[in-house]
């Protein structure tokens, strides 16, 4: 099975670049899928959390104090971002402050993220392009500006499972 996918600039502003995972063949981006859902959209927190998120890219940058970092591994980039420690979280690589990649997510009503089916995949499909942007930024396909989050190369993926 082939897996192809795009990572696309969302918004960018003074706080940073918000990108997002496009997978081909799909209409809307994994932010815009979780934008759009209607599970998240009815979470009492949604509101706050998208407004955080914009706040982020216009003037605050992506600061750890968002995030749960422990969402991941030291070896990763993966973060999950919430607002108020309500039960929403949207799975995000987190790059620097400056640099933010949305996946995917929804209401997290179990004890860890591996519990609940839609949020495990959303973090093991960040964990494989999580790998690939490494592997690239290290042979320089890919390079960050350290200034304003901006990604340049090639940020288009193809994997044959």
Known sequence: MKIEFEI??????R????????????????LDK?????????????????????????YLGFRSQYFKI??????????????DNGPLRLYCLRRSSVLLIAGYGGPKYTRTYQENQVLNDA???LKIIDELLDKRQKTGEISINNHTGALEGNLIFTLDD
Request: charged share 30%.
């Open 8 to 13: 696309v600039l969302v918004e960018h502003g």
């Open 34 to 58: 979780f934008l759009e859902c209607k599970e998240v959209t009815s979470c009492e927190d949604f509101e706050p959390l998208t407004a955080r998120l914009n706040d982020m890219v216009d």
């Open 15 to 30: 706080g940073g670049a918000l990108y997002s995972v496009h997978y081909m063949g799909e209409e809307a981006t994994e």
């Open 70 to 83: 422990e969402e991941g591994s030291y070896h990763d980039s993966i973060t999950a971002l919430h607002y």
């Open 123 to 125: 973090v093991d499909k």
